[in-house]
């Protein structure tokens, strides 16, 4: 591995509970490594000029297509995570980081924790 | 981006956005702001006094677990002198109950509160298993809803307990006002805000969590690390509350206090007082003893369904009437044991229409 394909990618911890988890092969703690910079609308070719920093909403569609294993409906709406399931970064509530556009550090911890299951 | 501090203490980095008020706060005085208000939604009502014995309704779910370890915390914090226990339904449902039992256990252990779990198989000699396969997925949860609000009575009357906590927090509430209005369900909807409900001869069941956002309730048992299930149950989900439950989120997302506005909504809906006269009288089961509005209660008259092969007599009235035509209930079918209620008003109405039954005094 080069050097600058290290530079360009973020590691990231990932963690699902609340009932999330089952979307992703039951499998609650994910580690994933994601590039740094990606394209401005998601899917585009990735080119030069129309750049962005990773940030979560990028997260949340890198996740759709890579790590999600069943029923995109529960985890997905509207370009975000659907209502109900809360984001944490580092922690913190996301509505306090700016939501989907936070900007990933490495070694960031991001949790979706689902609120739609009973009891 | 430098971190935001919290609006209370003005020292700690800010964690959580309140969503009822917008408020920017650090995990500790969340933690304090969260607490604080169950308790005072808890002595604004007086719900309890001292001495009272208390049975928390205990799923396994994030709502009970958290209901659990607040209403411990706030017992010795404030000193309400309740004795608290747990108490489970199992439903007899594989692969679903049974794990989320577990963990129920679990609780026990952790909360040492005393546990006791009654089964829909002890009391009416079903499983949801047993019914579902039966009548299918469609109307299970009618059977499931009815069965489980009469074994939380019988199991609370085993306990000694005057009254059953449960976990229904702001958003369920809102979700009821919601289908009620849909429904128009006017009887229900003057009530389903209420707090507290109490027939003048059942137990006490109250709603410590009605003011609490389920936001905070997962991100309270998130930061406190508490040890809950979360999987959706394997039969069909309600449908209906599925839907008003999509909606309330929608409505949140785009206005965090449109929850505790639905809630101030159906708390200000008054029914007239001619409307309410034409709601049908609580009576006793003529079978069980347990409260009703007809001779049969709606556990009873699900159950004979069930034990006659005609599962849907208790769901339409159309399927009713055909059970009636075919004859009265046959004497060797199962039936719920019979209800000897707390309170000692009722027992002398229950004597008087029941006969050849165990006494009741």
């Known amino acids: 591995m080069s050097d600058s394909s290290e530079s360009a990618s973020v590691s990231l911890k990932i963690e699902f509970s609340g009932g999330l988890e089952l979307l992703f092969s039951n499998q609650r703690s994910h580690k994933l490594k994601i590039p740094a910079q990606v394209p401005k609308t998601y899917g585009d070719a990735a080119s030069d000029s129309d750049n962005k920093p990773a940030d979560i909403t990028f997260l949340i569609h890198y996740l ?49 924790i689902s609120t739609l299951h009973g009891g | 981006m430098s971190p935001r501090t919290c609006a209370l203490c003005a020292t700690n980095k800010a964690m959580l956005k309140r969503p009822k008020t917008g408020q920017q706060i650090c995990r500790d005085c969340f933690f304090y702001v969260f607490e604080t208000e169950v308790h005072n939604t808890i002595t604004q009502s007086s719900l309890f006094k001292p001495g009272d014995r208390v049975a928390i309704g205990a799923s396994g779910g994030k709502d009970s677990t958290v209901l659990a370890y607040v209403m411990k915390t706030l017992n010795e914090r404030y000193q309400y002198g309740l004795d608290l226990f ?14 989320s039992l577990e963990t129920v256990k679990r609780n026990q252990q952790q909360y040492s509160m005393p546990l006791k779990i009654l089964s829909y198989d002890e009391l009416y000699g079903w499983t949801m298993d047993a019914i579902v396969a039966q009548v299918g997925k469609k109307n299970n949860c009618t059977f499931c809803g009815v069965f489980r609000r009469q074994a939380l009575d019988r199991g609370a009357t085993v306990l000694g307990v005057d009254h059953i906590v449960t976990g229904h927090n702001a958003d369920d509430i809102a979700e009821t006002v919601l289908m009620n209005i849909m429904r128009g369900d006017i009887a229900r909807l003057g009530r389903c805000t209420a707090i507290c409900t109490q027939g003048e001869d059942t137990i006490k069941r109250s709603k410590p969590f009605k003011y609490a956002y389920e936001k905070e309730i997962v991100m309270y048992a998130y930061f406190k690390k508490l040890d809950y299930f979360s999987t959706e149950c394997i039969y069909s989900p309600d449908a209906y509350r599925g839907h008003a439950r999509v909606f309330l989120k929608d409505l949140e997302a785009a206005r965090p206090s449109a929850i505790i506005d639905i809630i101030h909504s159906g708390e200000a809906f008054e029914v007239r007082e001619e409307v309410k006269a034409t709601q049908k009288v609580q009576q006793t089961c003529k079978r069980c003893g347990y409260m009703s509005s007809n001779d049969l209660c709606k556990a009873c008259t699900l159950l004979e369904g069930l034990e006659r092969g005609m599962a849907n007599s208790g769901i339409t009235d159309r399927a009713r009437k055909k059970l009636d035509a075919e004859g009265p209930a046959p004497e060797n079918i199962r039936t719920i044991p019979f209800y000897n209620p707390p309170s000692s008003t009722l027992v002398i109405a229950v004597e008087a229409t029941n006969d050849g039954k165990p006494s009741t005094s």
């Open chain 1, 64 to 112: 759709r297509d890579n790590l999600l294993k069943e029923r995109v409906e529960l985890f997905m709406e509207n370009g975000t995570v659907r209502p109900g399931i809360l984001v944490l970064v580092n922690d913190t509530d996301w509505e306090l980081e700016g939501e989907g556009d936070y900007v990933l550090k490495d070694g960031d911890e991001v949790v979706f």
């Open chain 2, 86 to 99: 747990l108490l489970s339904i199992d439903e007899g449902i594989t692969g679903y109950r049974d794990d």
